[in-house]
């Protein structure tokens, strides 16, 4: 049986440790490490009063929101038919690193392409997210850059959203983090 990453499920690039992807191990080893940490007593100690617990989580849940993105992108790449948004997603987040515009009216023709063609733009533009010299992976976006300032992959709009949570949401989510098991 062909072995599949334990977070992406991808089958074509080499398992690594413990059954995840090159692609992935980095970021789960990483997602493991911070969840020991803020799980240490040391670091319950220091939780108590608020030193650098914050900063562990924002780590922990950024790990995993990498593993998520990595697992959509195997997602797109497996399907026979890849849906636009797709591709609108991943050309937003191009356009957004590379500091530029979008043509809507040219994305929005998208959704008339042949399943061949979406197919090979898919995995042409794709690679090129795959390939952008970034330290986090580029997130997907739902929507063209929409403020010059803000070219940074769609980190620090992921970092907001977490704000506009009420605290039980921003806890659960936390937990979430902290909880999450990988399953094959
Ligand atoms: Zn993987």
Redesign the pocket.
Known sequence: MMRH?H??K?TV?PIKRSG??S??LYWHTKAERLRRLIHSPAQVEKNGRGTNAASLKYRLRAAVRVLEE?RWRETGRAKDCVDSYRIRSLIYALADKSRTSVDEASVAKIQDLPIRSRRVLHDIVLSMVENLPTRRPVLRRERGPLRPSLHDGGWIEWGREYWLLTSSERQELDRACLDAKLTT
């Open positions: 990453c977070n992406c991808s690039r995840f992807c692609r992935c990595l």
